[in-house]
């Protein structure tokens, strides 16, 4: 009987030792992986607007050199009250990605021109600036304009701008007396060029440009 009861505590006492085992011989510890990802951005500006106004003053030889147009001479040597005046402004600082809550420079330039002619040059030098550290490629310019209306950014489309890095463009508004502009009319134009991402497939649809004559907004 001894015996017997002796097996049992010994039973017992392996099965307690055996549940305590399990109890405190999982030692563990964890390893863990915690990180952050912050996203860059792309960001261009408008920067660097210059305004030339010129008209072109007939030569001996029936050709034309522009001058500025408060140096107009005329056919009769005499001097020419400045008439027409084209100035521009720089829209406020626009969300032109919708995901962006950091733009910092304006992407909208106004340019307006009041009392042209035939012969009178508004030409609008400006620079699209990459303000983001994210690099970015270019669309060829989309626009809607008159043909006597021009914008030249150069090779453009052929460059990657840095944050800090410029790319210089040249507007140029001129018309003939053969281009048939009417007098007291009213002509918009509008150009939208679009920065991407450096690694974008160059293919990439650049959207479809809306009507000149609404309130400008990013395509």
């Known amino acids: 009987m001894f015996t017997k009861k002796y097996v049992w505590l010994v039973l017992l006492l392996v099965a307690a030792l055996a549940a305590m085992g399990v109890g405190y011989g999982l030692w563990f510890e964890w390893a863990i992986v915690w990180g952050a990802v912050e996203t860059g951005e792309v960001d261009i500006g408008i920067e660097n607007v210059a305004v030339t106004e010129m008209i072109g003053s007939p ?12 140096e107009y001479v005329g056919f009769e040597g005499k001097g020419k009250a400045e008439v027409a005046d084209c100035w521009t402004m720089l829209g406020a600082k626009e969300l032109a990605n919708p995901g962006n809550t950091k733009d910092d420079g304006s992407n ?17 030098d400006f620079d699209i600036k990459s303000l983001g550290n994210v690099p970015v490629h270019f669309k060829p310019p989309r626009s809607k304009a008159p043909q006597w209306v021009n914008l ?8 990657q701008l840095h944050e800090g890095e410029t790319a210089h463009c040249q507007l140029k508004i001129h018309f003939t007396n053969e281009d048939e502009v009417q007098e007291n009319g009213l002509y918009c134009f509008k150009y939208a ?27």
């Not at 030249?152 to 460059?159: A, I, K």
Request: charged residues 25%; hydrophobic residues 35%.
């Open 59 to 70: 030569r001996a030889d029936g050709g034309y050199d522009l001058v500025p147009e408060a």
């Open 108 to 124: 909208i330039l106004f340019v307006h021109v009041e009392g042209a002619y035939p012969s009178y040059h508004c030409i609008v």
């Open 152 to 159: 030249d950014c150069g090779n453009l489309t052929e460059r």
């Open 193 to 219: 060029i679009k920065a991407y991402q450096f690694n974008e497939d160059a293919s990439a649809d650049g959207g479809v440009i809306d009507d000149c004559t609404q309130e400008p907004t990013m395509p």
